[in-house]
């Protein structure tokens, strides 16, 4: 039976599943730390707090661990390679110069990794060629949330954060090209109403900030090159050209894929449609939410967590988006967005408002409104 599986392909097959990479810590009575790299580590049971790993029947290493009370599996961060290449030898001195302290079980907590598991031993069962270890976690910490070391095809790798990647792109640079032909209008516009322009363009999922203007209240200006997600209701006026297919795609970067949810952001989608132009109210605490999402993304390593918490604060902004224009009645407006016309070859772009005054009558509004539609309409490469 055995040879019924070729173990080649066993490993090529079982290979092609990815794994992150930990090292599983153990100290001695005087103190000296051993330990183990592992790509089998996983979680098992939240009650009681179990995980596990499995380390080969020969581990060596592994022989020496299992006599110890505690360890610790400490999961590896994608800039640890070296130190995982250290441990994963069988080197007698492959602590040296590797930084930790002692959990709270004393067994080595390694400098720079992103978690920390400590647990005593509940179960070594054995299991074919290795041994299924199971650990009662007894302490736990994420000490660095950060992109975790990742181990595929017999090679070292880190998760790459799809959508929201920024890549340099010829696009942009026709972009931030056509941006210049209309810079004087821009100023003109900005300076005319005492507010911020910015011209955007849509680069793959990101409206990405090309030329911008700031005579308005400054604080709230992103810098040149700012990327903001385009994610369902902002970047509709990006949307209001583009086929099912595109739009289909823009719906589904909501947070919540209900058809309640498409229904509601296809909705504000034609809005924009009919009007020519989007609106985004004043509500401080959802905006700032927003912005501080946004900020949190941008300064990390983009982590998938941080995206997500972006995709909710955008969804949150639904409320805002669009409120009818009712003459009488004044708004607190956070921007107006029109629709620059490009040709094809150009990716969509945008005219942008921001720093706007607030309780600003509906006649003041309108008057915003065609200003930006006016400038979006002197764009040269109108066809
Ligand atoms: C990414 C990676 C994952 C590994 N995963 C395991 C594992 O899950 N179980 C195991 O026994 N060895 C694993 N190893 C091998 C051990 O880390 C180490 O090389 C081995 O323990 C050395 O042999 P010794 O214990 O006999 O000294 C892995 C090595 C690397 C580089």
Redesign the pocket.
Known sequence: MPGSIDATLFRETLGHYP?G?AVVTTATDDGTPDG??????SSVSLDPPLIA????S??????RLRTASAFCVNVLASDQEPL??Q????REDKFDGVGWRAGPLGSPILEGAVSWIECTFEEVREAGD?FIVLGRVHGLTVERSTLPLL?FQGG?GRFSPGSFVAAPDPELIQAAHLAETIRAQVEELSTEFSVNCSVLARIRDDAVQVLATNQGSASDSPPLGHRQPVIPPMGAVFMVDEGPAAVDEWLRRAPDDSRESRELYSALLDRVRERGYSLLATEPHLLERHRAALSAFEQSDRLPSQERAVRQATAKLAELFCPDLVPGRSYDLASIVVLIPTKADLPPMALRMTGLPGAASTAQVESWIDGLKRVARSVPSTP
């Open positions: 794994t990479v183990m790299v592992v790509g089998t580590f790993f499995y380390p080969a020969n581990s060596r290493t592994f022989a995982c290449r441990i994963a030898t069988r290795h181990f070292y």
